[in-house]
């Protein structure tokens, strides 16, 4: 059954430093996406990626956020000063799109520990 | 931001038993209501679905029921299994957009 892989799945770093996680969506699907979960809290939307733009993105996904699908098969994540509240479980998902109805499909999730 | 609302974190249900959650939603814009499951160290896994115009979908063992002027949503599970033991988040999409709003998560116990 095709899946949603993401690497790495634990990376820790010290604040300030930049930060990459990388995602591989299922194939045939058009629309890619980054949640996060803060230990203890809600999932949370970060950005929705289609047609190599991005389509939406919430409040948390700033400046230091960027997104990018660089080669047809990847989609990253890239934070590029970390803070200590970045610390948390990334998801990406991915979507074929052809009816919206919310229907998402998630990779195992990134822990990212910020020191 | 509390658009959708899960109470009751954690349930306990004998095998073959009925396990119901619940779920409260703020928001009268949303399209379409989801229940997704997750196991540890996985991704959530979607489970269930239900349009804004409908008030019942079900699936197998899985129920969900819609109750718009309640902003109501519950998820019926019947029998419970061992293997059902997870997370299970209820989420929602707004029209007109594709941010799902999550709740925080109901962990299930099947007890064998």
């Known amino acids: 059954e095709p899946e949603v892989t993401q690497t790495p799945s634990h990376q820790v770093t010290q604040m300030g430093q930049e930060v990459i996680l990388r995602c591989v969506p299922i194939?045939?699907?058009?629309?890619f996406y980054w949640y996060r979960q803060i230990l203890g809290q809600k999932v949370e939307f970060l950005v929705s990626?289609?047609?190599?733009?991005?389509?939406?993105k919430s409040e948390i996904f700033d400046d230091q956020f960027s997104v990018e699908r660089p080669d047809g098969s990847n989609f990253t994540l890239k934070i590029r000063s970390t803070k200590l509240e970045d610390s948390a479980m990334y998801f990406c998902?991915?979507?074929?799109?052809?009816?919206?109805?919310?229907?998402?499909?998630f990779g195992e999730g990134s822990r990212l520990t910020v020191l | 931001d509390q658009q959708v609302k899960q109470n009751s974190p954690s349930l306990s249900v004998q095998e073959g038993r009925i396990s119901i959650l619940n779920c409260d939603y703020t928001?009268?814009?949303?399209?379409?209501f989801l229940w997704y499951k997750k196991y540890p160290a996985e991704g959530p896994t979607f489970l269930i679905s239900?349009?804004?115009?409908?008030d019942k979908n079900e699936d197998g063992r899985f129920t969900v029921f819609l109750n718009k002027s309640a902003k109501h949503l519950s998820l019926h599970i019947v029998p419970s299994q061992p293997g059902d033991s997870a997370v299970y988040f209820c989420?929602?999409?707004?029209?007109?957009?594709?941010?799902?709003?999550f709740g925080k998560g109901n962990q299930v116990v099947v007890i064998p």
């Open positions: 239900i349009s804004s115009i409908k």
């Open positions: 928001n009268s814009m949303f399209d379409y």
């Open positions: 990626f289609y047609n190599n733009e991005i389509s939406e």
């Open positions: 998902a991915s979507s074929d799109g052809t009816v919206n109805t919310g229907e998402l499909f």
């Open positions: 194939s045939n699907h058009l629309y």
């Open positions: 989420a929602a999409l707004p029209y007109g957009n594709n941010r799902l709003a």
